[in-house]
């Protein structure tokens, strides 16, 4: 992961020294202005006090780390930023009349990134440093870094680094950063569950994370990548546990085709809890199984895409899904193209909705296709930048709406919409291609 430098906003205080509330009525000019005060202020502080940090003929106290370096700092400075500090330097503790203080729970990077934030305000932050500058920030209190690196991780963190992190926070016992790791978990819960890493969860951490109802994935999902789970571990844990682990699964959230096709063939779906869901949708007003089956998931697909043409369509998301809009001001001839990532495997196919509407009747058509080849630099055509292998072609009507699938047959993937199919080989990525001629139209596109 790239690193990022963050800067902690400067509140407005007024003489007194408290938050100004009161200007919030002022003009918009005059919120401008103040906006580049602060942020000039900020530069001022940055330039003045971080050349200190440097300047070792100022320092009046000096920390001796873990890893047997000297950092040298002021007192006045850190104490300021830091209640611990402050405690530490100007309380009754021992450490208040000493010139050396030793930290041995704080390394060198860890302890120049917090006084580099003292001093500045700003942090240089990654992956790699984020959970010794959680502990470093809230060991030493310092509230504002803390919020920082908290958003850092709600936004910034990838799949892939969670799960080393999710280990610490485990192995030293840091609930707050345990807790903050389940959060990103459930809301990364589909990018999560196809990780390879998510067979290695421990039980109690697997059943923390099926309980909650704020997992971002379908249930059929989740069930397959239990089953996963369960064959990666099934030496190690005890049957009993096991059985906990398949009545988190929320049965009747998956739809009747999967659970008779998909979840009755592994044989490892709880038999009462898998009765009660076909009974569900059979007779919903009827169910007399476990309420907590039926709570919904926060499930809200997250879209991968990329916009081909962006000079010809613009691409936005929508609580329902994806708005494909072809620009109405181009006057150029070529077409406008938009691919979306899916992920089909065996058991599971993809299924998908498609909404289209024209404001003409111009030969206009649509494309749902699966397969996607981009030129080359050398062969770059600003009209037509790549070609369109196979597909379905939607065309003759100025407004449709239809539902299609999307599956994996052996070597091959199979695109079907009604009862037209396409069958294209398996490549690395699958796409589904919208692919629009006609100006001043719209897709409204949604997964199932």
């Not at 007192?75 to 830091?82: D, E, Q």
């Not at 919020?147 to 992190?165: C, G, H, N, Y």
């Not at 390879?196 to 397959?224: P, Q, T």
């Amino acid at each position: 992961m790239s690193e990022e430098t963050t800067t902690a906003p400067l509140a407005k205080r007024s003489r007194s020294g408290r938050t100004d509330a009161s200007r919030a009525d002022k003009t918009s000019s005059t919120a401008e202005l103040s906006t580049s005060t602060s942020m000039q202020a900020s530069t001022w502080c940055s330039t003045t006090f971080g050349p200190l940090l440097e300047d070792s003929s100022t320092h009046d106290i000096v920390f001796k780390t873990s890893d047997g370096d000297s950092v040298g700092a002021h007192r006045l400075i850190v104490a300021a930023g830091s209640p611990v500090f402050r405690a530490m330097l100007y309380g009754n503790m021992r450490e208040s009349s000493q010139k050396e203080i030793d930290l041995p729970t704080t390394d060198t990077e860890t302890l120049n990134k917090l006084l580099t934030f003292l001093y500045t305000g700003k942090v240089d932050v990654d992956s790699d440093c984020i959970v010794q500058l959680l502990e470093g920030a809230h060991y030493f209190d310092i509230a504002s870094l803390v919020t920082i690196l908290v958003d850092f991780f709600r936004k910034s963190l990838m799949v892939k680094d969670i799960f080393p992190i999710l280990e610490i926070s485990i192995d030293k016992s840091f609930d707050w950063l345990f807790e903050l790791c389940l959060e990103f978990m459930y809301n990364h819960a589909e990018e999560v569950a196809h990780d390879e890493n998510f067979r290695s969860l421990s039980s109690k951490v697997l059943i923390s994370f099926c309980k909650s109802s704020d997992l971002n994935i379908r249930e059929n999902d989740l069930f397959l990548a239990v089953v996963e789970w369960y064959k990666h571990n099934q030496d190690q844990v005890p049957e009993t546990v096991v059985k906990i682990v398949f009545q988190e699964i929320r049965y009747p959230l998956i739809p009747t085709s999967d659970l008779v096709n998909v979840v009755r063939p592994t044989k490892m779906a709880d038999p009462g809890l898998y009765t009660a869901a076909l009974e569900y949708h059979l007779f919903p007003d009827k169910y007399e199984g476990p309420q907590n089956q039926i709570i919904p998931r926060k499930y809200q697909p997250r879209y991968l895409y990329k916009n081909v043409t962006p000079g010809f369509v613009d691409v936005s998301e929508s609580p329902e899904g994806l708005v494909i809009t072809r620009n109405h001001h181009m006057t150029r001839q070529g077409y406008a193209l938009c691919l979306v990532q899916v992920q089909p495997t065996e058991q599971r196919p993809v299924h998908f909705k498609i909404a289209f509407k024209f404001r003409s009747h111009n030969g206009h058509h649509v494309l749902v296709t699966r397969s996607y080849l981009q030129y080359s630099d050398s062969v770059r055509n600003d009209l037509y930048p790549g070609e369109v292998i196979g597909g379905i072609d939607l065309a003759k009507q100025w407004e449709c709406e239809c539902v299609g699938t999307v599956s994996i047959r052996g070597e091959s993937v199979v695109t079907t919409i009604g009862d037209v199919s396409k069958v294209t080989p398996i490549e690395n990525e699958i796409y589904l291609c919208l692919h629009m001629y006609e100006p001043n139209a719209e897709i409204r596109f949604s997964f199932l």
